[in-house]
């Protein structure tokens, strides 16, 4: 059995992500958009199951979803599934905490899909 340890790494302050934002960050060489939703931040791949495009992240939909621009897709920034067609395949999603007012992403990802 291999164990793989994750690592909080430090990517933004809580003040600088204000509740019903998201914003896309390069993490450890990957894509991730991290979330302030009502109930607290989340993270989650900035890439599109359907043909890898990068998410919108100015906008949250529905409180708790991001979409695609090319398609249309939508995915849950909590769990990383995908909500609508043309995307049938979840996003990567990865432990967040907060740490002296910093936002914290774990890495590797916990869930690869969903
Ligand atoms: S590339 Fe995202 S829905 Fe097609």
């Not at 690592?7 to 600088?16: E, M, W």
């Amino acid at each position: 059995m291999v164990m793989i340890m994750s690592k909080y790494i430090p990517v933004v302050g809580t003040d600088d992500l204000p509740v019903g934002t998201c914003k896309p960050f390069i993490i450890s060489g990957i894509s991730v958009i991290v979330a302030h939703l009502a109930d607290g931040y989340h993270a989650v791949e900035n890439r599109c199951s359907h043909a890898n495009s990068p998410l919108i992240t100015s906008k949250i939909y529905r409180g708790d979803q991001v979409a695609c621009p090319i398609h249309g897709a939508r995915f849950d920034l909590k769990t990383g599934a995908a909500k609508s067609p043309p995307a049938f395949t979840g996003l990567m999603t990865f432990p967040v905490r907060v740490e002296n007012g910093r936002i914290e992403v774990a890495m590797p990802p916990t869930n690869i899909s969903s």
